[in-house]
């Protein structure tokens, strides 16, 4: 078995390396970005330095169908949190070209460069210790150092590149809040800790109810002091990553119970049987469509839905979608058993999700306190069968129609309920 594992996994490392042309290609560009962004910085006569950050500058880039190259600007403490993005929207201006402003806790700038090429101009603070940051973006450049001095070989390099292939292909690569799973950082420091991906597979797979603590730089006496210690807040997730810059955060902080239950499943089924199509993103139209088939041969409901809002397209947009397909499930489920589900957020402004159900024979209405005649009485004029158990009146409820009916009905009934969620439409696509 560990003779196919390891043959899987460099057929992988083969596939998913970024082509030397496109990484030549790259850097052109890149090169001939930063010299004009530095030149209209000095122009302006504006204090501040530009570095490259995430995957392009620790060498960690996989192939996939869009690039995004983090490019962060950082800006003397001499200049207050609020013009970091408004100095460097003049820089930008000065260049020409087009560039989106994405809004957030502190805007940043997107620029298409290509088709497949992209570039996010990211205002950060500059800070010596990571106690004088103001954002978690802050401390990028802490993090690209760290990395770049502690992962230098090219085996351990590769072995992060295994790991974020998994993650992206398997959809637990990012720590936005409609995806809560592993960023970059978090990936890279995960491997550097165990050695390779097969050892974090192995060992990330058997990992039970039990927090796991990784404590790397040994910040803490033992995991009991991580977990005495740290802010309550950042305990919530499955695995505590220390950061090595930062003694106090917990990198994997975003990452959720469901997001790694997932991970491990995905985990033990490579691990059982091990494919490169493990590492390949499944197309959503075939996947959706392998579901619609199963659902037809056991006879069950099947929906297919794209809902949208008009919210800022990425973690903001993705989030509102989320949290409406999640509100949506716990609807169906007081009519329905949801046999299958599932729900891809586009990148942009809208989402897909589906529902396959089993129709409950009937339903239990809880009624009104047994002693509170005037609207027991009405209860019982709407349901005939109504009855007393215990201190409230209860009835039963057969249910009489389809999941396309319910969720018709549903929309009618409920597009203020919509409205407040930000969602803008919901459709039925199958």
């Known amino acids: 078995m560990v003779n196919k594992i390891n043959s899987v996994l460099k057929e992988v490392l083969e596939s998913k390396n970024v082509p030397p042309e496109n990484l030549k290609q790259i850097d052109i560009v890149l090169k001939k970005f930063l010299s004009d962004f530095k030149e209209k910085l000095k122009s302006l006569k504006i204090d501040a330095d530009v570095f490259v950050g995430g995957s392009a500058a620790k060498g960690t880039?996989?192939?996939?169908?869009?690039?995004?190259i983090d490019i962060f600007v950082r800006f003397d403490k001499r200049y207050k949190n609020g013009e970091f993005a408004?100095?460097?929207?003049?820089?930008?201006?000065?260049?020409?070209?087009?560039?989106?402003v994405v809004h957030g806790s502190r805007d940043y700038?997107?620029?298409?460069?290509?088709?497949r090429l992209f570039f996010e101009v990211i205002p950060v603070?500059?800070?010596k210790s990571p106690k004088e940051a103001d954002n978690i973006?802050?401390?990028?450049?802490?993090?690209?150092?760290?990395?770049r001095k502690k992962v230098k070989s090219k085996k351990i390099l590769d072995e992060i590149k295994l790991a974020k292939a998994f993650c992206y292909a398997n959809g637990c690569y990012g720590a936005e809040s409609y995806i809560r799973g592993f960023s970059g950082y978090g990936l890279e420091l995960l491997i550097h800790h165990y050695g390779s991906f097969l050892k974090m597979a192995r060992e990330l797979a058997k990992v039970g109810k039990e927090k796991v603590v990784i404590d790397t730089e040994k910040f803490y006496k033992n995991k009991n002091v991580v977990l005495m210690d740290l802010?309550?807040?950042k305990l919530g997730s499955p695995i505590i990553l220390i950061d090595p810059t930062y003694k106090t955060r917990n990198v994997l902080a975003a990452l959720s119970e469901e997001t790694f239950g997932e991970f491990?499943?995905?985990?033990?089924?490579?691990?059982k049987n091990p494919s490169a199509a493990d590492f390949e993103r499944a197309d959503t139209e075939v996947e959706f469509a392998k579901a619609e088939k199963v659902a037809k041969k056991k006879k069950y409901d099947f929906v297919l839905l794209e809902s949208a809002t008009g919210k800022q397209e990425g973690d903001v947009a993705g989030s509102k979608l989320l949290k409406f397909y999640n509100h949506l499930s716990e609807e169906v489920k007081r009519f329905f058993d949801i046999k299958n589900c599932g729900f891809e957020y586009s990148g942009k402004q809208s989402a897909r999700f589906f529902f396959s159900v089993k129709k409950k024979s009937d339903i239990l209405i809880c009624g009104p306190s047994a002693e509170d005649a005037a609207n027991v009485k009405r209860f019982r004029a709407k349901h005939k069968a109504a009855f007393v158990k215990g201190k409230r009146v209860y009835a039963k409820q057969k249910v009489n129609f389809s999941l396309k009916e319910f969720l018709g009905k549903w929309k009618k009934e409920?597009?203020?309920?919509?409205?407040e969620m930000s969602v803008s439409n919901l459709s039925l696509m199958s």
């Not at 700038?109 to 088709?115: A, L, R, V």
């Not at 973006?137 to 990395?147: F, G, Q, R």
């Open 109 to 115: 700038f997107k620029i298409q460069i290509s088709d």
């Open 414 to 419: 409920n597009g203020k309920r919509m409205k």
């Open 264 to 271: 491990q499943k995905d985990l033990k089924s490579f691990l």
């Open 86 to 100: 408004t100095l460097t929207k003049k820089v930008l201006d000065k260049m020409g070209g087009k560039f989106e």
């Open 137 to 147: 973006t802050d401390l990028s450049y802490l993090h690209v150092n760290y990395i």
């Open 231 to 233: 802010n309550e807040s």
């Open 125 to 127: 603070k500059k800070v």
């Open 61 to 68: 880039m996989i192939k996939k169908n869009d690039y995004d």
